[in-house]
């Protein structure tokens, strides 16, 4: 079992940045892939960015690559989400998830992750 917290949403103007944080229990951190998703009121959860476990391989949908970036630290089993040149069709409630993985391997499908966070708002402004 993995608990996963999220933290760092909050409201900003479009243009500025935020850095999105989940932190997860357990002891054995690198062996988890980790996602990013969102879901906007209305419409389904969709994926964001993917994080090996070793943190080498990222993955990015087209609609914030250039503008986010997924990272890791192991040691603090903590995987981020800084979004730049945040755009009001960025307002969601983002999600972290987790996959046990011991590949070099990312995941794309929601349905492929086991854990969840409980997710943080992110509201854009315009």
């Known amino acids: 079992q993995v608990l996963l917290v999220e933290s760092g949403g909050g409201s900003v103007q479009a243009g500025g940045s935020l850095r999105l944080s989940c932190i997860a229990s357990?002891?054995?951190?690198?062996?988890?892939?980790m996602g990013w998703f969102r879901q906007a009121p209305g419409t389904e959860r969709e994926f964001v960015a993917a994080?090996?476990?070793?943190?080498?391989?990222?993955y990015y949908a087209d609609s914030v690559r250039a503008r986010f970036t997924i990272s890791r630290s192991n040691a603090k089993n903590t995987v981020y989400l800084q979004m730049n040149s945040l755009k009001p069709e960025d307002t969601a409630v983002y999600y972290c998830?987790?996959?046990?993985?011991?590949?070099?391997?990312?995941?794309?499908?929601?349905?492929?992750?086991?854990?969840w966070g409980q997710g943080t708002q992110v509201t854009v402004s315009s």
């Open positions: 998830a987790a996959k046990p993985s011991t590949s070099s391997r990312y995941y794309l499908s929601k349905n492929e992750y086991d854990y």
């Open positions: 357990g002891r054995t951190f690198s062996g988890y892939a």
């Open positions: 994080i090996s476990g070793s943190g080498l391989s990222t």
